[in-house]
């Protein structure tokens, strides 16, 4: 299995300011993906990072919202744009570690005041 | 839509009672399915996992699961918890269509007492 790093764990930010939120892995892997996951509900896809082309978000998801990097194969960030308290949550990281098999990060809670 | 129902929230049980979570998925076509748990302060990992093949599925400490095709399920169970099974419980499924997504249900919080 991978190693997976996330920083920051956990943030509080004021409204209408903007977070980017990093996602390192000790070996290179091809896929990695961000969800979100908010108060009581499930695991919600925001986009697949594919390094070295755009990535592909999911219907409700905009890249000026979640703007996404993917310089190399050991690391992404997710940027939560604009924010309001909708948007306080926990993201997390993943990366595919077999056939449609992820291996999540230990995710960062974001709190929006 | 395609979408996964865990149907308990949240589950108490005692030392050595035997568990069933539920898991119900909307898809009509081939599927991958897993399941993940979180126990408390750690990473989602992988339990278990179905592709093909035996629809019994057996995972990491004692876990199984069933998929039965008919009903769109794939229950886990467990003959006998242990307090260390605290954890909360998500059921996934990836269609089979050659794409990425996973979709996760809304997990089962299992509290065991001791």
Known sequence: SAVISQK???DICQRGTSLTIQCQVDSQVTMMFWYRQQPGQSLTLIATANQGSEATYESGFVI???PISRPNLTFS????SNMSPEDSSIYLCSVETGPHEQFFGPGTRLTVL | AQSVSQHNHHVILSEAASLELGC???YGGTVNLFWYVQYPGQHLQLLLKYFSGDPLVKGIKGFEAEFIKSKFSFNLRKPSVQWS?????FCAVNPNTGGFKTIFGAGTRLFVKA
Do not use: I, M, W
């Not at chain 1, 960030?77 to 939560?80: C, F, G, K, R, S």
């Not at chain 2, 099974?85 to 419980?89: F, G, H, L």
């Open chain 1, 8 to 10: 920051p764990s956990r």
């Open chain 2, 85 to 89: 099974d605290t954890a909360e419980y």
């Open chain 2, 24 to 26: 119900n998925y909307s």
């Open chain 1, 77 to 80: 960030t997710l940027t939560v």
């Open chain 1, 64 to 66: 000026d919202k979640f």
